[in-house]
């Protein structure tokens, strides 16, 4: 299969990493249907759901299952196909290897120096962040939440700080329990959620955390959180006037400002990066 990379081309086998629809059938494109219609083998994640992908577009390439259950022993097999034919990797939906076991071929592939060829196209972060209505300069995504509440908080309180949009997947049975979640640690932001994105049932929900709690209070289908980041006004409101206080005086006492730091942030709760901030603009308005 010769390869349309570039200007080169080579007959040397590679795995191709193709994005398939995360709904609507006809979101896939045409370089994507010609990968999948010349490779030797498709390993997908979900092969019934594949399937019904395969025959809407007369697609006949053999078809094998690559999933969490059988990902350590499956993978010697797949390698070993990638030593004479080319192979495409597809998850159940959206772009392999993110949140899914496909990651382990890809790196697999990649250190037995076998070329890795993304076919890109549909993912639902990109997709629920593009509708969002909130900022999309800088985001981070954080896969499915934690499943038990005790994880989930702590793992929402240490991207607390996180400034940039915050992307992540729920079920929806742990839909209204997360966002109480984040209610708590959070606070009541602002937030979009996409449910059943480029299906009959799509809907785009744009309000706040509390307000989400209210809409979705029998939720149903797959579940793209986007969230708002920390305020820059929401951090400076946390400097309390006891903590300014205790900055004020170790800047009195000629302390510096990395020491400062290293004593207040265990017992202020405040991050390193804003005590530091603070103690340039406290010294910066006394001329020091």
Same mark, same amino acid.
């Given at each position: 299969?010769?390869?349309?990379?570039?200007?080169?081309?080579?007959?040397?086998?590679?795995?191709?990493?193709?994005?398939? &629809?995360?709904?609507?059938? +006809?979101? !896939?494109?045409?370089?994507?249907?010609?990968?999948?219609?010349?490779?030797?083998?498709?390993?997908?994640?979900?092969?019934?759901?594949?399937?019904?992908? $395969?025959?809407?577009?007369?697609?006949?390439?053999? /078809?094998? *299952?690559?999933?969490?259950?059988?990902?350590?022993?499956?993978?010697?097999?797949?390698?070993?196909?990638?030593?004479?034919?080319? /192979?495409?990797?597809?998850?159940?939906?959206?772009?392999?290897?993110?949140?899914?076991?496909?990651? +382990?071929? !890809?790196?697999?592939?990649?250190?037995?120096?076998?070329?890795? !060829?993304?076919?890109?196209?549909?993912?639902?972060?990109?997709?629920? $962040?593009?509708? *969002?209505?909130?900022?999309?300069?800088?985001?981070?995504?954080?896969?499915?939440? &934690?499943?038990?509440?005790? #994880?989930?908080?702590?793992?929402?309180?240490?991207?607390?700080?996180?400034?940039?949009?915050?992307?992540?997947?729920?079920? &929806?049975?742990?839909?209204?329990? *997360?966002?109480?979640?984040?209610?708590?640690?959070?606070?009541?932001?602002?937030?979009?959620?996409?449910?059943?994105?480029?299906?009959?049932? #799509? #809907?785009?929900?744009?309000?706040?955390?509390?307000?989400?709690?209210?809409?979705?209070?029998?939720?149903?289908?797959?579940?793209?959180?986007?969230?708002?980041?920390?305020?820059?006004?929401?951090?400076?409101?946390?400097?309390? &006037?006891?903590? #300014?206080?205790?900055?004020?005086?170790?800047?009195?006492?000629? !302390?510096?400002?990395?020491?400062?730091?290293?004593?207040?942030?265990?017992?202020?709760?405040?991050?390193?990066?804003?005590?530091?901030?603070?103690?340039?603009?406290?010294? *910066?308005?006394?001329?020091?």
């Amino acid at each position: 299969m010769y390869r349309d990379i570039g200007r080169t081309a080579s007959l040397v086998p590679a795995l191709y990493v193709v994005a398939t &629809p995360i709904g609507n059938l +006809e979101d !896939i494109t045409l370089r994507a249907i010609r990968v999948l219609n010349e490779v030797g083998l498709i390993a997908a994640e979900d092969t019934r759901r594949t399937r019904v992908l $395969l025959n809407a577009y007369g697609i006949k390439t053999a /078809l094998t *299952s690559y999933h969490q259950h059988n990902r350590k022993t499956k993978l010697g097999y797949l390698l070993d196909c990638l030593q004479s034919r080319d /192979l495409a990797l597809v998850s159940e939906a959206g772009m392999p290897g993110v949140s899914d076991p496909g990651y +382990e071929l !890809i790196v697999a592939a990649a250190q037995q120096g076998i070329r890795v !060829i993304p076919i890109p196209g549909p993912s639902a972060v990109v997709t629920a $962040l593009a509708v *969002s209505a909130l900022p999309t300069n800088r985001f981070t995504y954080l896969g499915f939440l &934690p499943k038990k509440k005790a #994880e989930r908080i702590r793992f929402l309180g240490s991207i607390a700080h996180e400034q940039g949009t915050i992307v992540a997947f729920e079920s &929806p049975h742990r839909l209204l329990s *997360s966002l109480s979640d984040m209610a708590q640690v959070l606070g009541n932001r602002r937030i979009a959620i996409a449910r059943e994105l480029t299906k009959i049932h #799509e #809907e785009i929900f744009r309000g706040t955390v509390e307000e989400a709690m209210e809409h979705f209070r029998q939720p149903r289908g797959e579940f793209t959180l986007v969230i708002e980041g920390r305020k820059e006004e929401a951090e400076e409101s946390l400097l309390t &006037p006891k903590i #300014e206080k205790e900055l004020r005086s170790l800047i009195d006492e000629g !302390i510096a400002a990395k020491e400062i730091v290293a004593r207040l942030s265990p017992t202020t709760g405040l991050s390193r990066k804003e005590l530091y901030r603070a103690c340039l603009k406290l010294k *910066s308005n006394r001329g020091l």
